[in-house]
């Protein structure tokens, strides 16, 4: 019998609890209790009881607890398994009881679970329907009712209604539970009010600022056609903040402003502002003291705020404190400190300024450490430093490093840290890289208006290194082979190129290309073309911002299926050509990002010459000019201006140009609102264009962002293309005007522009604007 009562209890110790505690009564526990002895081994846990529980099970509870059977019992570990059952979410109530057990001890532990959500209802809602208020309620149908929980629902109903103007409305909610199921009903009980909604801003006290600029200030703003008038507490509160804030800017240091509400009917508010502006201070003198290495000149060269006669302003005095703080660190005097101290006359509204600086010692560089570059050799990041060690800290030259860095597209952040030494005047610069993924292996489609339906496929490293297998990464070599085929063109083309040649500032590269161009009138092709050959190019850095390269291009060029109508001039092109060149490139490249740029300068001029002399069949001479320059203005947007001119001539046996060399403009990339290529000669008979020895483009263009990923943009372009190169800038020019987005997205940079011309159209009796669209994969 002993035997056959351990068996049923061993197997019950796994079953479910309700069939489990029928097994022990509260005589059995009263007998159990008698047995209390003292010895060491009566603490021994015999045995684990829970009591309560009905849709938790006995697994998962012993699952939660650190409570053994066979193992001592010990206070500390059982009060910690009363805050991991209390933590489960799961009970409401968790107690525990220690009873002589068979020698040892029994630990019974008694839960009361939580009821379980078996509905959840609302009262009728007219402004906000019930699946949209459900989806945002952390209490949900089959989960344990948490009163935690409950109330931060509660909360987020009213912030729903708060964020469509009710600001009034009530929220409350009640539980219902079932005693024998243990299942629980929840309402919510919505009365929604009136929407609140701002009707009239009063503002008074504002003598030196009209009612229109105070508004513009504050987020708060009555209702009109293009604006809801919702009212919230929170933004009102910060609206006066924002008032004293732009009144302290302007020199108001005492300015206050504060504002009353008045209800109108039907849940509208009128909304008093009043402000006390006070006294308006002035600067009245500026002094530096303590410099001894940088004259007073100099620091107050990089003061652009706090002069005599400006407006004093602590937002001001604090962008200038900065600057000479910058200006210190660019001249190697890192441990610089600057402070200011003023003097009010609260009288005269005059503020002297007093500007303290210890200089301390200059700081050299001992070491510079490179952490983060998993796949990139030290070298490709340290030749691209323009600081050393030995040098002096210098500000523009750490900039400078980073902006290099940041240009070889190898990471997606830079940073820079200093460590101390055991010489108070040295330190170690720590370049600190998070490298960007430089492989792909990528296939897909694009469109545009002037290539149509474009597909690809594509192997790219942009951090390629020939000598280190298997993993050919991390020498800042750029590898390409690409594919492409689409409506109008079939292009194959395999790229390598190599920056620090045998790590010195020469670059090498080459490409292996053939271009297949199907004949479109649409985008000013009246022939088929196809272009098959390569080029060398060797390049030498000459100095900070200037490079250099000389190059050798040769290619095979056949001009097929014309029109039989055409003219005799576009019908000589017909047939197969070898061009064999040689150029020279000299460069000055400023900007801040190759990728992004938002300052600086980049200028380009290039003479090209093909002869017969190098293996070719034409003789011709070309030279261009291409320059942008790039204007930081608010809001992070940029104006950029473009200009590109060329002229290009022939020589020796060669009568004229052929047409696959010449100047062609018009469409998305060069003069916005005309056709692709349609400004320019034309051919006499079919109007197909035929390209021009001369060319001249200018380009303006503004853009700003909307979202990180779009921008907006304005821009205006002009030109023309002509047909001899001793009528270059005559005749006047071609322009257009238009509008246009930007958006960067996973697949690829899309661009969508209209532009209008100006002008009318070579060959058209009217003027249209034109739509330009392009998505295309971004690298």
Avoid at 139 to 152: A, I
Avoid at 551 to 578: C, F, H, P, Q
Wanted: charged share 30%.
């Amino acid at each position: 019998m002993k035997k056959l009562f351990h068996v049923i209890f061993v197997c019950f110790c796994i079953s479910p609890s309700f069939v489990y505690a029928d097994l022990y009564t509260n005589t059995e526990i009263a007998k159990d209790q008698s047995l209390v002895a003292t010895s060491a081994s009566k603490r021994i846990v015999k045995s684990i009881y829970i009591k309560g529980n009905k849709a938790i099970s006995i697994s998962t509870i012993l699952s939660k607890i650190k409570t053994r059977v066979g193992q001592p019992y010990l206070d500390t570990v059982v009060s910690d398994d009363l805050k991991r059952l209390y933590n489960t979410g799961y009970f409401s109530d968790v107690r525990v009881e220690k009873v002589p057990y068979k020698g040892g001890l029994k630990v019974v532990i008694y839960v009361k679970e939580k009821p379980i959500v078996n509905e959840i209802t609302f009262s009728k809602t007219r402004y906000i329907k019930t699946k949209a208020i459900k989806e945002k309620l952390k209490t949900m149908v089959g989960k344990f009712l948490d009163k935690r929980l409950l109330k931060e629902d509660v909360d987020t109903i009213k912030e729903m209604y708060v964020n469509k103007g009710f600001t009034d409305a009530k929220v409350d909610v009640q539980s219902f539970v079932d005693d024998v199921t243990n299942k629980a009903s929840v309402h919510f009980m919505i009365k929604e009010g009136n929407r609140v909604i701002v009707r009239r801003i009063y503002i008074s006290g504002n003598l030196h600022y009209s009612d229109k600029r105070i508004l513009k200030i504050i987020k708060t703003h009555r209702k009109t056609l293009f604006n809801s008038g919702k009212f919230k507490q929170e933004v009102l509160d910060e609206d006066m903040e924002r008032i004293m804030a732009f009144y302290e800017q302007n020199g108001f240091l005492d300015a206050y402003a504060n504002y009353t509400i008045k209800k109108l009917k039907k849940g509208g508010l009128e909304i008093d502002i009043k402000i006390d502006e006070g006294k308006q201070y002035f600067i009245d003198s500026v002094v530096v003291v303590g410099n001894r290495e940088i004259s007073d000149k100099e620091i107050l060269s990089v003061v652009k705020n706090i002069r005599q006669g400006e407006i004093f302003s602590r937002e001001r005095v604090e962008k200038d404190i900065n600057n000479i703080r910058a200006l210190y660190f660019d001249r190697g005097y890192i441990f610089a400190n600057v402070q200011d101290s003023t003097s009010l006359d609260e009288y005269t509204g005059k503020v002297k300024i007093k500007i303290k600086i210890n200089e301390g010692e200059v700081a050299y560089i001992r070491k510079i450490k490179i952490e983060g570059n998993t796949r990139t050799r030290d070298i490709v990041i340290r030749r691209e430093l323009r600081i050393f060690p030995g040098d002096r800290f210098d500000g523009s030259k750490l900039r400078r490093s980073k902006e290099r860095l940041n240009n070889l597209g190898y990471f997606e952040d830079v940073g820079f840290d200093i460590e101390d030494t055991n010489i108070p005047n040295e330190k170690d610069l720590v370049v600190q890289v998070k490298e960007a993924k430089t492989g792909t292996f990528s296939f897909g489609g694009g469109f545009s208006s002037v290539d149509k339906f474009v597909g690809f496929i594509e192997i790219e490293q942009r951090n390629f290194d020939i000598t280190n297998w298997p993993t050919f990464t991390g020498g800042g070599q750029h590898l390409q082979l690409r594919a492409e085929t689409g409506s109008t063109r079939n292009n194959l083309m395999l790229s390598f190129f190599e920056p620090w040649l045998f790590d010195y500032p020469i670059s090498f590269g080459f490409n292996a290309f053939r271009t297949d161009r199907t004949k479109e009138e649409d985008i000013g092709y009246a022939y088929d073309e196809e272009r098959v050959g390569g080029d060398i190019t060797l390049g030498k850095q000459f100095s900070e911002y200037v490079s250099g390269s000389i190059s050798y291009k040769r290619e095979v060029i056949t001009i097929d299926n014309m029109d039989s109508n055409v003219s005799m001039d576009l019908a000589a092109e017909k047939g197969t050509n070898t061009v064999s060149m040689i150029s020279f490139d000299l460069k000055r490249d400023s900007r801040d990002s190759v990728f992004s740029p938002r300052k600086g300068f980049v200028a380009s001029g290039s003479l090209d010459v093909a002869g017969k002399f190098f293996g070719g069949d034409k003789e011709f001479y070309r030279t261009q000019f291409m320059g942008s320059y790039y204007i930081p203005l608010k809001f992070n947007s940029v104006l950029e201006f473009r200009l590109r001119a060329g002229v290009i001539d022939a020589y020796g046996d060669s009568s004229k140009v052929p047409i696959f060399e010449r100047f062609f403009a018009g469409g998305a990339r060069t003069i916005r609102g005309y056709d692709e290529r349609k400004v320019g000669p034309l051919d006499s008979v079919t109007k197909d264009p035929i390209g021009g020895e001369g060319m001249l483009i200018a380009n303006v263009e503004y853009t700003i962002p909307i979202i990180d990923i779009v921008k907006m943009a304005a821009f205006f372009d002009s030109g023309n293309v002509w047909a001899d190169m001793n009528d270059f800038g005559s005749g006047g020019m071609k322009s257009g005007v238009g509008v246009g987005l930007r958006v960067k997205t996973p697949v690829g940079p899309i661009n969508l522009d209209y532009g209008y011309p100006l002008n009318k159209e070579p060959g058209e009796d009217g003027r249209s604007g034109k739509f330009y669209f392009s998505i295309s994969r971004g690298f």
